[in-house]
């Protein structure tokens, strides 16, 4: 056939179908007057919603009724509206039609409003939607009936009010354009595109939800700046918890049911501190019932640090029950937000490795490069070691660091697997403490805060071994311990030292209590050089003189003053001592004139000196000098505050009097018994080593 001839049938058969379709719907019209359509259609979908209907006008168009100002009330009028569309779009089938039989296929709303409103009926919870899209998906048949396969919603607002409280969270309004497909108790949501209330972000995708008692939504989404904040609100103080913030990118097979949340998600997340975690490929299961959170197989990247999250899970009080981290390279800085309540602002460094805690038991082999703890790294700080922990077990031996600026070597060793005990020896040659107090930060004067029970979590013992240890002018060498630290104790079994020319030898036990703080002292002190330790007193510089040895056994509560809150025994030797111009040999002297230049400088051979100590208050049992010609002895109450009360008996043979004239001698002669002269003194007042204060008992 010809062409002409092929286009000349065609338009033959075009214009018969156009005049058949004119024909038809000019049939229509007559048939179906606007007035007559519109009482069928308000009829028809109030019939099969059972609900009230009203429209406001009705036309025809290419896309089939229309339809202004639509309103599907709830039960009645006087009830809110469950949706009002300013436009809106039906098709139905049209032989059924002709039969009084109004299928409706296809409803578009245009600009419309669906209202979701909770309340209790018959003590169940339960919304208008939900009840119409039962009794809509029932397919009770009736003469006149709806088949609705197809609604199209387009600038849609969606309202969600007075939800129950496992969905409080999604209340709000949002805004919705979608193509819905209905498939008997499912709905198939196809272009769909939400923007969430209160600017919270936009969704879009594809998805089915099932309308039934156990509902549960599944598909495929992209989410663009989705705050995530209000999610949290499922848990307790989860935005204290969790840093995650802004989140976008895909969450793929999503399935959302009354008991969980999960899905594939890949994307960017702002975190609390405004830093970017890149995720790829991480499952996520949120459980409702347990709350708990899943997250697995997820490759993440924070600036620098990157990492494989092999799995991780936690509650939603913020425990971490399970997490195995591997192909780690982190910096601690950045990947702080991710720890939840754990606070590691004070640490900083870089790890790498491997990582996983699971039932309560570490496996790790990491690197630790730069690694510094507290502020500048003011605790500890180290270059790079390498850690290989199995089963909470582990042991480091010859770790180079810093401990409070002090070059030391470390050994770290656990002692069992519970990785709650653990061995920890310290050496170092040179500790100045002048240079760490120095470094440690002055706090502003702050109001006075009730003190913390202090409680070390873990138990640490081992040794510590310095060579030389400053403090003012004081320096103590060749310090060596043992020690234990649990709960608020701190335990020195053993320690020696070398201090003031002298070896000291004890144990020691401190409590950390913010009511009642106290460290108990037991040591042995010998051969110490009086004068070493005198130098560190200015009113007695270079005035005594002795190699002292001793014991004591004290307890010390350490709060200011700490010199008033001393208890307990000190027992104390001198050997070859010497008294030069002391205030005590002062006060003697103005009651022996004639022997002021004798007392003004005393060697003995023996002190020796037994005290309690009470605070303040010292009790003298016994305080005695002895050499071959002169005696000296004290005993008595002396109180730094308070008024003191002290015997003192002076005691000296004829030899040491010898040189003095006669005049002299005779004014002594009545203190003699036998070959040795005894003058009683007593010495009362706030300072007794006062001159005035020193008078002779007649």
Same mark, same amino acid.
Request: no cysteine; proline share 5%; aromatic share 6%.
């Given at each position: 056939m010809k062409p002409a001839k092929v286009v000349k049938y065609s338009a033959i058969i075009l214009i018969l179908i156009i005049m058949l379709l004119a024909a038809f719907a000019a049939a229509f019209v007559y048939l179906f007057p606007k007035e007559t359509l519109k009482s069928i259609i308000v009829q028809t979908l109030g019939d099969s919603l059972n609900r009230p209907v009203t429209i406001g006008a009705i036309d025809y168009s290419i896309r089939g009724i229309q339809i202004t100002d639509l309103y599907i009330y709830d039960t009645d009028k006087e009830k809110p509206y469950i949706a009002h569309s300013k436009d809106a779009a039906i098709r139905f089938q049209l032989v059924p039609l002709l039969q009084k039989q109004f299928i409706i296929s296809y409803i578009s709303l245009n600009d419309a409003i669906i209202h979701i409103l909770y309340y209790t009926e018959n003590k169940i919870t339960t919304s208008n939607l939900e009840k119409l899209l039962k009794e809509l998906l029932s397919k009770e @048949?009736?003469?006149?009936?709806?088949?609705? @396969?197809?609604?199209?919603?387009?600038?849609? /607002?969606?309202?969600? #009010?007075?939800?129950?409280?496992?969905?409080?969270?999604?209340?709000?309004? *949002?805004?919705?354009? /979608?193509?819905?497909?209905?498939?008997?108790?499912?709905? #198939?949501?196809?272009?769909?595109?939400?923007?969430?209330?209160?600017?919270r972000g936009k969704i879009s995708g594809d998805c089915f939800i099932t309308i039934t008692s156990n509902y549960k939504i599944q598909g495929d989404f992209t989410l663009r700046d989705c705050d995530l904040l209000w999610v949290y609100n499922w848990g307790k103080n989860l935005a204290n918890i969790l840093p995650y913030r802004v989140f976008s990118g895909t969450i793929d097979n999503l399935l959302i049911t009354k008991s969980a949340v999960q899905g594939t998600v890949t994307g960017s997340c702002k975190l609390s501190n405004n830093a970017m975690l890149f995720l790829s490929n991480a499952f996520t299961n949120v459980n409702l019932n347990k709350k708990t959170v899943t997250v697995a197989n997820a490759k993440g990247k924070i600036e620098n640090s990157t990492f494989v999250l092999n799995q991780l899970l936690f509650a939603f009080s913020g425990e971490i029950q399970n997490i195995k981290v591997s192909d780690a390279s982190i910096n601690t800085k950045e990947i702080a937000p991710l720890l939840g309540k754990i606070d590691i602002s004070d640490i900083a460094g870089e790890?790498?490795?491997?990582?996983? *805690?699971?039932?309560?038991?570490?496996?790790?082999?990491?690197?630790?490069?730069?690694?510094?703890?507290?502020?500048?790294?003011?605790?500890?700080?180290?270059?790079?070691?390498?850690?290989?922990?199995?089963?909470?077990?582990? @042991?480091?031996?010859?770790?180079?660091?810093?401990?409070y600026s002090v070059p030391c070597v470390l050994s770290v060793a656990t002692v069992d697997s519970s990785f709650e005990k653990f061995t920890v020896n310290i050496e170092a040659d040179e500790v100045d403490l002048n240079k760490i107090i120095s470094k440690q930060p002055q706090k502003p004067e702050q109001p006075e805060k009730t003190e913390k029970e202090i409680h070390i979590p873990y138990e640490l013992s081992g040794k510590c071994i310095i060579q030389k240890l400053y403090k003012d002018n004081l320096v103590i060498e060749k310090i060596n311990c043992t020690y234990t630290m649990s709960k608020n104790i701190i335990?020195?079994?053993?320690?020696?030292?070398?201090?003031?020319?002298?070896?000291? /030898?004890?144990?020691?036990?401190? /409590?950390?209590?913010?009511?009642?703080?106290?460290?108990?002292?037991v040591a042995k002190f010998s051969n110490a050089r009086l004068q070493n330790i005198s130098s560190y007193f200015q009113e007695y510089e270079n005035r005594l003189f002795g190699n002292v040895s001793g014991q004591l056994q004290v307890t010390i509560v350490p709060k200011d003053p700490v010199i008033d809150r001393i208890t307990g025994k000190v027992e104390v030797s001198v050997e070859n001592g010497k008294l030069a111009n002391t205030g005590l040999q002062n006060g003697l002297s103005i009651w022996l004139s004639d022997l002021k230049y004798k007392l003004s400088n005393l060697e003995f051979q023996k002190i020796y000196g037994?005290?309690?100590?009470?605070?303040?208050?010292?009790?003298?049992?016994?305080?005695?000098?002895?050499?071959?010609?002169?005696?000296? @002895?004290l005993n008595g109450q002396y109180n730094r505050h308070e008024e003191s009360d002290v015997a003192i008996s002076l005691e000296f043979s004829s030899n040491f009097i010898q040189d003095l004239p006669n005049p002299a001698l005779l004014q002594l002669a009545k203190y003699k018994k036998g070959r040795w002269y005894i003058i009683p003194f007593r010495a009362q007042g706030k300072d007794i080593f006062e001159g005035k204060n020193i008078k002779q008992v007649q």
């Open positions: @048949k009736s003469t006149i009936t709806t088949q609705i @396969k197809l609604i199209s919603l387009n600038n849609t /607002t969606v309202i969600l #009010e007075n939800p129950p409280q496992n969905l409080k969270p999604l209340e709000g309004k *949002y805004s919705i354009d /979608t193509h819905v497909e209905l498939h008997d108790d499912i709905l #198939e949501l196809k272009n769909l595109s939400i923007n969430l209330p209160q600017n790890l790498k490795g491997n990582f996983e *805690y699971k039932d309560n038991s570490i496996d790790a082999d990491v690197t630790l490069s730069n690694l510094s703890i507290g502020k500048k790294g003011s605790i500890l700080s180290l270059q790079e070691t390498n850690l290989l922990i199995k089963n909470n077990q582990f @042991k480091k031996d010859g770790i180079q660091a810093t401990v335990a020195l079994p053993t320690f020696s030292a070398k201090v003031f020319g002298g070896d000291i /030898t004890g144990r020691s036990v401190i /409590t950390l209590s913010p009511e009642n703080p106290q460290i108990t002292l037994n005290f309690n100590l009470s605070g303040p208050a010292i009790t003298i049992n016994s305080f005695i000098f002895n050499a071959p010609d002169i005696r000296l @002895k």
